[in-house]
Each structure stands twice: as structure tokens, then as C-alpha cells.
């Protein structure tokens, strides 16, 4: 598309355009302030809910990474294992240096022990990446929530500016105050919502 003077409107873009058309009494006028700043509110709450939505999915790819270090640390272990046991069943047999496949199974029992360390450090890793995760995709849903609830206040504030119903003009300030409450309990990493449909359970 060439977008040569081609322009989507939304409510807020309406409602300035009313109060320019319509005269610029006081009712108009707050209408129209009152619609940009919950188009500003709404613009940054969805910009925090995009970032949330990156956060949680580079943290899915970290816990990815970590798990396939884990497996292949683990794959190493089990290598190291049948080593050992080869070098085990060696030292029985006779003819042999016994004492240097005891010596070869020895070195392996402590090759085994670091690299369980080290596949269980890639394995916790990975479980707290994806706490991360997790917890970042629900804070997005928590913007998410917000960024609609000021969406429709700007819609009810359309409404309101067409119809001049002042209980509609209520409805918004109170859609816009959930909005807003909504942006808080996300800012500040908290879920009262959530908290009560888990049945009260608080988070430990």
C-alpha cells in the first residue's frame, strides 16, 4: 500500500475532531483531554506488555540452552559410566595390569562426580529460567488486562462524547481507574486477582 493520506481513527482521534467540529465547551474539552492521556497510559502499558511477552520468551530460550547442556552433560556421565564399568570388569580378568585399570575406574568415579555437578548446576539453571518465564508471561497478561481496560475507556469516552450521557462519562473514569489499578498490580509484581481465584493461597 502506497499509505498516501491513508489513516485509520480511533475513539480518541474522533473525539478531538468532535470538540474541534462542535465548539469547545468545557464537557468536549475533557472529553478530549481525558482520551488522550488514557491513550498515552494505554500506548505505555502495552509497550510494557510487549516487553514482558520478549522477557519471558528469551527466558524460555535460556532454560532451552541449559537443558540440552544438561542432557549433554548427562550423556557424558553415562559415557564415562561404561568406562568405568569396562575398566572395572578389566581388572578381573587374568593376565592383566590390574592395577591400572583399578586406577583407570578410580579416575573415572571422580570425571563421573564433576560432570554430575555440573549437569545438575544446567538442570537448576534450567528450572529457574523457566520460573522466569513463567513469571514474566503472566506479568504480560497483567498488562495485557490493563492495556484493554484503557482501551475500552477510551471507547466508552467516544460514547460518551456523541451521546453527552454523563453516567457514561462515570462508567469510563471507572473502567480507566481498573485500567489503572490493573498497571499498578503489574508494575509492582502482584496478583491480588489471581490470588483470589487460587482460593486466597498468598505467594510464598
Given at each position: 500500500m502506497s499509505g498516501h493520506g491513508f489513516h485509520v481513527h480511533g475513539p480518541h482521534d474522533h473525539a478531538v475532531e468532535?470538540?474541534?467540529?462542535?465548539?469547545?465547551?468545557?464537557?468536549?474539552?475533557?472529553?478530549?483531554?481525558?482520551?488522550?492521556?488514557?491513550?498515552?497510559?494505554?500506548?505505555?502499558f502495552g509497550?510494557?506488555?510487549?516487553?514482558?511477552?520478549?522477557?519471558?520468551?528469551?527466558?524460555?530460550?535460556?532454560?532451552?540452552?541449559a537443558k540440552t547442556t544438561a542432557a549433554n552433560a548427562w550423556n557424558y556421565y553415562q559415557a564415562k559410566s561404561s568406562r568405568q564399568n569396562l575398566a572395572e570388569l578389566a581388572a578381573t580378568l587374568p593376565g592383566v595390569d590390574g592395577a591400572k585399570y583399578k586406577a583407570d575406574a578410580a579416575r573415572y568415579e571422580a570425571?563421573?562426580?564433576?560432570?554430575?555437578?555440573?549437569a545438575e548446576k544446567y538442570e537448576?539453571?534450567?528450572?529457574?529460567?523457566?520460573?522466569?518465564?513463567?513469571?514474566?508471561l503472566h506479568t504480560h497478561h497483567q498488562w495485557a488486562l490493563a492495556t484493554t481496560a484503557e482501551q475500552i475507556a477510551i471507547s466508552l469516552a467516544a460514547i460518551t462524547l456523541l451521546t453527552r450521557r454523563r453516567?457514561?462519562?462515570?462508567?469510563?473514569?471507572?473502567?480507566?481507574?481498573?485500567?489503572?489499578?490493573?498497571?499498578?498490580?503489574?508494575?509492582?509484581?502482584?496478583?491480588?486477582?489471581?490470588?483470589?481465584?487460587?482460593?486466597?493461597?498468598?505467594?510464598?
Open positions: 468532535h470538540a474541534a467540529q462542535h465548539g469547545s465547551d468545557g464537557f468536549s474539552n475533557n472529553i478530549a483531554v481525558m482520551t488522550a492521556v488514557l491513550a498515552t497510559v494505554g500506548a505505555l509497550y510494557l506488555g510487549g516487553a514482558t511477552q520478549n522477557d519471558a520468551a528469551l527466558f524460555k530460550n535460556d532454560a532451552a540452552i570425571q563421573k562426580a564433576d560432570i554430575k555437578k555440573e537448576a539453571e534450567a528450572e529457574r529460567y523457566n520460573a522466569k518465564s513463567e513469571r514474566a453516567w457514561l462519562l462515570g462508567a469510563t473514569y471507572a473502567v480507566a481507574g481498573i485500567g489503572l489499578l490493573l498497571g499498578a498490580f503489574a508494575w509492582l509484581h502482584v496478583d491480588p486477582i489471581g490470588a483470589l481465584l487460587a482460593g486466597g493461597a498468598a505467594p510464598h
